[in-house]
């Protein structure tokens, strides 16, 4: 899977349609200070699945809705489109009957969050697996943001194990193992129910 176009409407700084392409080889960005280049990043996390608005340096998620300028009005959605090119077809399963993948995230104010992975309407969880398996996920230490270094150097191990484990392309296995102990739970405690019921009617 590689990376081809990023597309930002009303996210951030980024009220117009902006197309970003990523080419072969190196695309550099370069700009002003406050010209949106760290916005780009966090837009590629973000239609990645990323759900902490910190990571977005906003107090909510709506913060990366355009917030108005002097002379534009704010806008009531953002949406973010990465479009994938699958031709050697390694997307996962379930996202790999095309040469092209575009997953589009969308969030609209009050209404929240949704996602599209070729035009069909997808869950946040889908879209995370699917880029976490692919080692590129929200957290993918190869997005590296400002200070995030510093923060790596005075880092905790287990924090660290977390990078590498990212890196590593096993973060999904994890989620999947969480949400499996989960519904063990919930399965254990409908057991314990079904036996007071149980030892009532006897
Ligand atoms: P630097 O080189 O200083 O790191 P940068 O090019 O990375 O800067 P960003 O931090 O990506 O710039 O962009 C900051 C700009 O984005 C600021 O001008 C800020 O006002 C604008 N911005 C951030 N959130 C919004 C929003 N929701 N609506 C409108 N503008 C926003």
């Known amino acids: 899977m590689r990376f081809s176009k990023l597309r930002l409407t009303g996210f951030k700084s980024f009220v117009d349609p902006t197309d970003l392409l990523i080419q ?25 699945g990323e759900n902490r608005p910190t990571a ?3 107090g909510g998620m709506e913060d990366v809705i355009f917030a108005g300028a002097a002379s534009r009005p704010a806008r009531n959605f953002a949406e973010v489109t990465l479009q994938i090119d699958n031709a050697e077809r390694l997307a996962p399963a379930g ?9 589009v995230r969308r969030i609209t104010r009050d209404v929240g969050s949704a996602y599209k992975a070729n035009g069909k309407d997808t869950r946040a969880r889908d879209v995370q697996m699917l880029f976490a398996d692919a080692s590129t996920g929200a957290h993918s230490p190869a997005l590296v943001r400002q200070g995030q270094i510093s923060e790596l150097i005075n880092a905790k191990p287990k924090n660290r194990r977390r990078i590498l484990e990212e890196a590593a392309g096993i973060s999904g296995l994890y989620a999947r193992r969480h949400e499996a102990e989960l519904k063990l739970n919930g399965a254990e405690q409908n057991l314990t129910r079904v036996d007071d019921v149980v030892e009532n009617l006897a």
């Open 24 to 48: 072969d080889g190196l695309t550099g960005v370069v700009g002003p200070n406050g010209c949106g280049k760290s916005n780009l990043l966090e837009a590629l996390r973000w239609v990645m």
């Open 56 to 58: 977005m340096r906003g």
């Open 95 to 103: 996202f790999n009957d095309q040469d092209h993948l575009e997953i």
